[in-house]
């Protein structure tokens, strides 16, 4: 019962996976118990997505955004980041209300008001340096977290990064709720919402250009690293653990933040 | 279930207390006092406009005094320590130490500026006390530092830091894990690795 959304998204994209980790044998329990812990049954497709990916992001994704933060300046981009979190703004107050937290919510909605009016447009974080109510991160896959749905086995998604059927569904959900969605059809908001998602995705690649830098120089396995990392920060943004700062929007499968330097905050 | 844990961590703290003295590990005053100290010198280290050569022998001596190397290490390789030779133990423990430092030196540029300060909250887990900090560098967003700090004979150490929800030393057993694995559960491919690893970075470094 508990699986189920997952397991169905599982089986609509099984056709897809061709290899198989091999299972350890029963006899072996230490590395059994591991092979549970690392919840990746189909890591071979996941290597084999991680190496596409790479090549992606080697050829495009990171010069694009090396060549963003040398050719823009920081204000100009700290703009840009505002107002992309700040239409991020809409789904995570849903969010925020599906997992019935009232406060985070009216934090949320006070800053998409503010932000929005005199903030020009999400530009200025007025009420994150102003008033001091910081943004945080919430998603359709954390939502599915706190309703009890397990996360499934992992995922690795070119270009979208690391995930599983649960935050991948999420992460669906979070643009089909996206409110430009619903503005309707034509030319302009094709345009607003490719120009939109191609800013997201430089956006958070210039974000994530150091810690992925480092990742790269210090692991051995940069998969293996990655795929602990992810696992670990989700179940800290589940339980709402995290500053709620960095890293945002996809490309990383990291999780959409609001996308802003927010002050680290506890429960 | 929560008076049931408080009880049972009574007795397990009464039993401990007329064992060893685990207790005094589990001293939050002590640990954040302890994590003060050491994130002042670290600081001060890594701020210095001495040459990277020094630097990195400061903080290298620093790391040594303040960090359950040994034990860390081993929590790392996890399973697979014991299915290392004695000799693969040794250097594998010489080679963690190594890389833990190299690692760090070669961010060097990054740290410059750093601040920290003492978090809210400090924990006590069953045997660790987690000790929060924020650390803020120039443009870049805080972020919230935990370290673990058990007791080791006696003394307070950091036994792992934990970046924003992320264990570093859970990150790092799943990475080295992996590289055994992909070997065919050779340890020494895990210690081949770890050993181009250092050569890269002292090559990066110019040393």
């Known amino acids: 019962m508990r699986f189920k959304p997952s397991i169905l998204l599982l089986a609509a994209l099984l056709p897809a996976f061709g290899a198989c980790a091999t299972r350890p044998p ?20 996941n290597r084999g997505s991680y190496a596409v990916h790479q090549a992606i992001d080697r050829n495009v994704l990171a010069p694009v955004a090396r060549a963003y933060r040398d050719g823009v300046p920081e204000p100009v981009r700290l703009g840009v980041r505002n107002a992309l979190a700040n239409l991020r703004t809409p789904v995570i107050l849903a969010n925020d209300i599906l997992q019935g937290e ?77 409110p430009l969605i619903w503005l309707g059809q034509g030319t302009t908001v094709d345009v607003l919402t490719y120009s939109r998602t191609g800013a997201t995705v430089v956006d958070t690649r210039e974000e994530l250009l150091d810690p992925i830098d480092a990742v790269e120089r210090s692991s051995l396995d940069s998969y293996a690293t990655l795929r602990s990392a992810y696992r670990q920060r989700r179940r800290a943004e589940i ?10 929007g996809f490309g990383t499968g990291f999780g959409v933040g609001p996308g802003e330097p927010s002050a680290p905050s506890r429960r | 279930m929560a008076p049931r844990r408080l009880l049972l961590g009574t007795v ?12 005094q590990g589990a001293d939050p005053t002590r640990a954040t006092q302890f994590i003060q100290a050491t994130g002042q010198e670290l600081v001060s280290a890594l701020n ?30 996890g399973r697979w320590w014991r299915q290392a030779s004695a000799a693969e133990q040794q250097e594998y423990t010489r080679l963690f130490e190594e890389t833990l430092i190299r690692n760090l030196s070669a961010r060097f540029g990054e740290y410059q500026g750093v601040r920290f300060s003492l978090g809210r909250a ?25 370290w673990r700090v058990g007791d080791i ?27 055994i694995q992909r070997n065919n559960g050779q340890v020494s491919a895990l210690l081949a690795a ?14």
């Open chain 2, 194 to 207: 770890m050993r181009n690893q250092i050569q890269q970075l002292a090559a990066r470094e110019g040393h």
């Open chain 1, 102 to 178: 009232p406060r985070r919510a009216g934090d949320t909605l006070g800053r998409f008001v503010v932000n929005s009016t005199l903030g020009v447009g999400g530009i200025f974080d007025v009420a994150g340096n102003r008033l001091g109510v910081r943004g945080h991160t919430e998603d359709f896959g954390q939502t599915f977290a706190r309703w009890g749905i397990g996360e499934g086995p992992y995922l690795f998604i070119p270009v979208i990064g690391p995930s599983n059927p649960r935050d991948l569904t999420g992460f669906g959900l979070g643009i089909a709720a996206d």
């Open chain 1, 239 to 248: 339980e709402n653990r995290t500053g709620g700062g960095t890293p945002s």
């Open chain 2, 122 to 146: 400090q924990q006590r887990t069953e045997d660790d006390v987690l000790v929060n900090t924020v650390i803020e560098r120039p443009n870049i967003a805080p972020f919230a530092l935990d």
């Open chain 2, 48 to 77: 210095s406009n001495a040459p990277v050569a020094q630097r990195r022998q400061q903080v290298a001596a620093i790391l040594r005094r303040a960090v359950d190397v040994e034990g860390v290490g081993r929590f790392i390789l």
């Open chain 1, 26 to 45: 029963a006899d072996d329990p230490e590395s059994l118990a591991e092979f549970r812990q690392t919840n990746d049954p189909i890591e071979p497709f």
């Open chain 2, 153 to 179: 004979n006696g003394q307070p150490r950091v036994v792992d830091v934990i970046a924003e929800g992320t264990s570093l030393r859970l990150t790092q057993r799943s990475e080295y894990s992996a590289v």
């Open chain 2, 12 to 23: 397990l703290a009464l039993a401990a207390t007329t064992g060893r003295a685990r207790a």
